[in-house]
């Protein structure tokens, strides 16, 4: 039996764990002095109110989700060795998955370690300690990321928003190594650069890389739109798939910068041209001047962050559609995409469907899909499932 304190859960407020959910919230848990008392991140265990323990759990007494499970065994000590069983599985996972070391190394809930995000990039790992429970275990998480993969740099970026939501400072720090300037990925056959120290998120969204492919199944012969292109990462595998030409607007020079040299090493870079500036504005000189592409492409960062953000986000997520599908020629496609977690599929596809008629075309859909598997889904959380991705034939 561990040492860890016990919290217990509210009588009749047991049935979403029961259920194998992985969080809990205050107002699920016996908030008492001694609750409060306790140190953000400390390790508990939690009591079910039959007086059973239902497992281990991170909990911090500020935040709204205040627990999160982090095994079912009453039993479990979580430290390095803890950590290094559940990353070597993740890993597994990975290499059965994928033929190079590019990928999301460990997804939070989706690999049983809330609050913990790992990309790996070869020998370089960035990791995001999104919970004050994971930023308490940094040391043996070190540890064990030396055991199982002994990575030369280790980058921690923590400028999350869910470390606000924990009441945990935003710090980018080096945990290991020297961090170099720039780094090579390959994704779906193709080199790209990535700056991992000055970039947004981890440096790379793995979790389009599918998407990417079978977005370039839709560009060979095309004129191609790649809107809130980031890096280049839609617009550049679309170029390896026969496209014509390439636009890629995005508001981040630094960016743009980035996909301009990627397109440079891959040869393409005299059918590639970037635009910097705001999407919409970008849309509207395009509209003006009457240019029309065969495939536009639109992954947006997410227009919803909070629930109370829903009504505004889905107008937006509406508007976008319209915008763009007044920029897809005739027989042309549609590829667009949401982040947001608290936008359901249902929601997102009939709001995608609204800009699309409100554009006066008619559309068939041909591939809807979320993120890679290197980004699992918690069944029993749907915020795990926060990707949605939808491919259009437009008339």
Known sequence: MTSYPTIK???GR????????????????????????????????????????VGVAQFNPHSLIAARVMTRNKDAVVDAKFLERR??????????????????LVH?????????????????????????????????????LDDVLRPQVILARNDTSGRAMERLAGEDTVL????????????????????PGDAQKTGWFYDQSMNRAFAGRLARGAKVLDLYSYSGGFGLTALAR?????????RSASALALAAESARAQGVADRFETRTGDVFAAIDALAAEKARFELVI???????????????????????ARDAAGLVSE?????????????????????????IKAAGRGARLLHAAGAAPDHPIHPALPETAYLKFLAYALD
């Open 9 to 11: 859960i509210q009588g």
């Open 242 to 250: 026969g496209a014509k030409s390439v636009l890629a607007v995005d």
């Open 87 to 104: 990353i070597a599985r993740a890993l597994a996972v990975r290499e059965q998955l994928y033929a190079t070391s590019h990928y999301r």
């Open 331 to 355: 027989a042309g496609f549609l590829c667009i995409a949401c982040c947001s977690h608290n936008v359901s599929p249902e929601a997102f596809a009939t709001e995608v469907f609204a800009g």
């Open 298 to 320: 639109a992954d947006p960062p997410a227009f919803v962050r909070a629930k109370k953000d829903l009504p505004v986000g889905l107008r937006g997520y509406r508007k976008l």
């Open 14 to 53: 047991d049935r979403r764990i029961n259920t194998g959910a992985p969080w809990l919230y205050s107002n699920e848990l016996r908030m008492d002095d001694d609750a409060k008392a306790l140190t953000p991140g400390s390790l508990v265990r939690l009591m079910a109110p039959s007086g059973k323990i």
């Open 108 to 144: 939070a809930e989706g690999d049983g370690l809330p609050g913990l995000v790992i990309d790996r990039y070869g020998d370089l790992l960035v990791v995001q300690l999104n919970t004050a429970g994971m930023q308490a275990l940094v040391e043996p998480l070190v540890a064990a």
């Open 176 to 195: 290991r190594g020297a961090l170099p300037e720039r780094i090579s990925i390959e994704e779906n056959g193709l080199a790209f650069a990535v700056a």
